[in-house]
């Protein structure tokens, strides 16, 4: 359970069945694709290693970027780095956040400032955002901010109160280490046109593992990031924090 190896099979099973596409490729008119999306949610670490994965398989994803998290520091230079990593393996980057509820206005605004300073910082152009705990508020709007991509838009995305007898775009999720909406094995593609996955890379290493295990051995390797960290940035750390 998600493992590396049970990624490979997820794609493939797609590649067999939809063109796996970047979101600026899908059109009103576009009428078979899947686009793929991961939302870093704790580590861009496991981020890289998901998107080496994804190139061995010659897919092409985008990765969101938070800016106002505490768990990790989107603008370290080692994060930085890794980002840069992550779109030179020929995936898109995009913005990840959660902003409070607010008027439209001010909330194309809140989002562009974000993109800007990731943009300053990581030294290319951004396109795309994606909200994070996305509100029913923002979702049912399909926000639009000229230039970019919201990876909520319609032809993305179908927000609905009441679940209708077929969706436009079918939309599977594995947050919180389950898959929500079903697992990609337990759907139907012959009856799926439009799909969006998205994937949370934290969930994700070589061996797998159940939500228990999966968050014990990331806070393993944040801790070890921690303790290295403070030991680089000053002479009194004790060597024996060391791992």
Request: aromatic share 14%; with cysteine.
């Amino acid at each position: 359970m998600f493992s590396y190896n049970e990624y490979r099979n997820i794609i493939t099973l797609i590649k067999n069945n939809l063109p796996i596409v970047d979101f600026s490729e899908v059109t009103e008119k576009t009428e078979k694709f899947c686009v793929l999306r991961h939302d870093i949610e704790f580590s861009i670490d496991r981020a890289y290693e998901l998107a080496k994965v994804e190139n061995e398989l010659g897919v092409t994803s985008t990765y969101t970027v938070q800016i106002r998290n505490n768990t990790y520091n989107a603008l370290s230079e080692k994060n930085i780095e890794l980002v840069r990593k992550i779109k030179d393996l020929g995936h898109h980057i995009g913005l990840h956040q959660n902003p409070p509820l607010m008027d439209v206005d001010k909330l194309k605004t809140y989002v562009s400032t974000d993109i800007q300073m990731l943009e300053y910082y990581y030294g290319f152009y951004i396109d795309r955002f994606a909200f994070h705990r996305p509100k029913k508020e923002y979702l049912k709007q399909y926000i639009q901010i000229e230039g970019k991509i919201n990876c909520y838009d319609k032809k993305f995305f179908h927000y609905f109160e009441e679940r209708p007898d077929k969706l436009d775009v079918i939309y599977l999720s594995d947050s919180n280490h389950i898959w929500k909406f079903g697992h990609p094995y337990e759907h139907d593609f012959s009856n799926i046109d439009k799909l969006q996955i998205l994937t949370h890379p934290f969930s994700w290493t070589e061996k797998g593992g159940d939500n228990y295990g999966n968050f014990l051995s990331l806070i393993k390797e944040r801790n070890r990031e921690l303790v290295h960290s403070m030991d680089t940035e000053t002479s009194t750390f004790p060597k024996e924090f060391l791992i």
